[in-house]
């Protein structure tokens, strides 16, 4: 079961918001195919109101479905191609830093306070598990989300289907994705990474 819920924001209580949550008519409800199939996907349009932020990869960027297809695989495929070159190479805070306004928004929607996990070594620990294991960008799609406004490269079939093209392999065999999704501010001719 999914729901797509309402947080009541509460400043008096340690999570910064009430527990109340009317699950009822909160559920998001799951269409099964009428015949078996190996796998389905299935979508649901969201109208989300009342905010009590704004996020930039939500309402600055630019619509990259106008995009010239070619052009825009080539932008998205050279920035993951940095990524990945960046933690193979074990260059985390490099890495953090194109990442620093994915993080800070994160921040802002989850009600946090602060990017002290965001800056941590522990997270630094976590993200050079990659080193000298990064695999190569392989049968991939260029995937927009949110109208057009954000765009990522995930694994186009296989066992790994949807996930982000980044991807790791530990020496025992264990695999990590390392999904981010971009988006090009209004105006600029730069991508920047926006969310996980």
């Not at 729901?3 to 269409?31: A, C, H, M, Q, R």
């Not at 190996?38 to 995009?67: A, N, T």
Request: hydrophobic share 30%.
């Amino acid at each position: 079961m999914f729901f797509f819920v309402k947080l009541n924001k509460d400043p008096n209580v340690p999570l910064g918001y009430t527990n109340e949550i009317d699950y009822g008519s909160s559920e998001l409800k799951i269409v099964p195919p009428p015949s078996q199939v190996p796998y389905w996907e299935q979508e649901w349009d969201l109208e989300i109101k009342d905010l009590p932020y704004k996020l930039k990869g939500w309402s600055e960027s630019e619509d990259l479905s106008k995009m010239d297809k070619d052009q825009l695989k080539k932008e998205v495929v050279a920035f993951f191609e940095q990524q990945r070159n960046l933690l193979n190479e074990g260059k985390v805070d490099d890495y953090l830093k194109l990442g620093l306004k994915k993080d800070e928004e994160v921040i802002v929607a989850t009600y946090g306070e602060d990017l002290e996990y965001y800056t941590s070594q522990k997270r630094k620990d976590n993200l050079l598990r990659a080193k000298d294991h990064m695999l190569p960008l392989e049968k991939y799609k260029v995937s927009l989300y949110a109208n057009g406004k954000l765009v990522s490269l995930e694994i186009s079939d296989g066992k790994y289907r949807s996930w982000s093209a980044l991807m790791s392999k530990s020496d025992k065999g264990g695999m990590s994705g390392w999904g981010i999704k971009l988006h090009k501010p209004k105006g600029s001719k730069d991508f920047e990474i926006i969310r996980k």
